[in-house]
C-alpha cells in the first residue's frame, strides 16, 4: 500500500507559547495513523516574539517532519496560507492555526473520509461559538448570512480555515493568484466536493488573538469586495433615488412658488438637499474607491510576501 504524505501548514503570528502544545497536540494524533507520512510547515508570519526560535528548535528535534518559512515582515495570514500551500508537498494538505482552537484529533476522520474519494476536501465548523464575545458572534453570524445573500459563492456559516484537501484541490487553489485574498471564499469557489466537520468551540490553549474586532471588520470588508458586486448596484441606485427625490423637491418647489410665492426663509431647507445628496456622492464615491483601490493594488503584481529564510524549496504549482 502507497504511503501517503500529508502535509501540515501552520501560520504563525506571535505563538510563541502556544507551538510546543500544538507540536504535542499534533504528534499524538499521528502516531494514531498508519500508512501516512507527516510533515509540518510552519509559516512564520513576522512575529515579534520567539516564535521562529520556537519553530527553529522543533526543527532541530524532528528534522524529518518540522519545515519553516519565515517572512520578512508581517503579511498577514492569507499570505502564510497561500506560502505553505506553495512549500507544501503532501498528497493531501491540511490547513490549521497553532492555537489548538483547530482540534488536531479529528485529522484521522478527515483522512479516512478523503480515502473514500467522494470528497475533495474535507472542512471545519464550529456548532456553537461558546466563549466568543456576544458582539463579535452576532456580527459572524450576520457576515455569513448576508454575504449568502449577496454572492454566488457559498460561505457556510461557522466554517473554518481547518480543512483537509487533496492536491488537485490545493492546486486550483494556488492557481487563484489575487493578492487581495479571502481564503474562505476561494475555497468555496474553486468548486470540488467538500464535506463539513461540526465540533464544539474550543479556547486557545495559550497566547492571545491577533484578532481585533475592527481588524475582522476589515477583514469582512475585504470579503465583499472580493466576491460580490452589489456594493456597486447599491450605489448606482442610491445615485438614482437620490436624483429622483430631488426632482420631487424641485416639483415641490415650483408649485410652492407659484401659490405662496418665494419666500427667502426656505433656503435652509435647499441647504439641506445639497448636504444630504453631497453625502450620498460622497458615500457612493467612497464604495468605488474601495473598488478601484483594490484593483489598484492588483496591477502593481506585488508579491504576496518577501521571504526572509527557509529551510525546504518551494512546490511549483502545476
Known amino acids: 500500500m502507497k504511503i501517503e504524505r500529508i502535509s501540515i501548514v501552520v501560520p504563525c503570528f506571535n505563538e510563541e507559547a502556544a507551538l510546543p502544545f500544538f507540536y504535542e497536540a499534533l504528534e499524538n ?27 527553529k528548535e522543533l526543527a532541530k528535534k524532528d528534522d524529518k517532519r518540522v519545515r519553516y518559512v519565515s517572512f520578512s515582515r508581517n503579511f498577514g495570514k492569507e499570505a502564510a496560507l497561500y506560502a505553505g500551500l506553495q512549500y507544501a508537498t503532501g498528497d493531501y494538505v491540511a490547513v490549521m492555526d497553532a492555537d489548538l482552537q483547530d482540534p488536531p484529533e479529528l485529522l484521522p476522520e478527515m483522512l479516512s473520509l478523503l480515502r473514500t474519494k467522494a470528497y475533495d476536501c474535507i472542512g471545519t465548523k464550529r456548532i456553537t461559538r461558546k466563549g466568543e464575545p456576544f458582539l463579535r ?48 471564499g476561494i475555497f468555496s469557489w474553486v468548486g470540488f466536493e467538500t464535506h463539513y466537520l461540526p465540533y464544539e468551540n474550543k479556547e486557545r490553549v495559550a497566547g492571545e ?47 410652492r412658488a407659484l401659490i405662496f410665492g418665494d419666500p427667502t426663509a ?51 504549482s502545476k
Open 29 to 55: 494524533t499521528r502516531k494514531k495513523l498508519e500508512q501516512a507520512d507527516f510533515e509540518y510547515i510552519f509559516i512564520d508570519d513576522g512575529s515579534r516574539d520567539q516564535t521562529l526560535a520556537v519553530i
Open 137 to 184: 458572534s452576532f456580527f459572524a453570524r450576520q457576515f455569513y448570512k448576508w454575504m449568502n445573500r449577496i454572492s454566488e459563492t457559498e460561505f457556510v456559516d461557522g466554517a473554518r480555515d481547518y480543512r483537509l484537501m487533496t492536491r488537485r484541490m490545493v492546486e486550483a487553489v494556488l492557481s487563484v493568484s489575487e493578492v487581495n485574498r479571502f481564503s474562505k
Open 266 to 316: 426656505g433656503w435652509p431647507s435647499l441647504v439641506t438637499i445639497f448636504l444630504a445628496i453631497g453625502g450620498l456622492q460622497l458615500f457612493c464615491l467612497g464604495i468605488v474607491g474601495k473598488y478601484l483601490g483594490k484593483t489598484y493594488l492588483e496591477t502593481k503584481k506585488r508579491p504576496l510576501y518577501i521571504l526572509k529564510e527557509t529551510d525546504q524549496v518551494k512546490k511549483e
Open 209 to 255: 488573538t491577533s484578532w481585533s474586532f475592527w481588524g475582522l471588520v476589515n477583514y469582512s470588508l475585504d470579503a465583499v469586495i472580493n466576491f460580490s458586486d452589489l456594493p456597486l448596484m447599491f450605489a448606482s441606485f442610491i445615485g438614482i433615488f437620490s436624483f429622483f427625490i430631488s426632482l420631487l423637491f424641485l416639483v415641490f418647489i415650483v408649485i
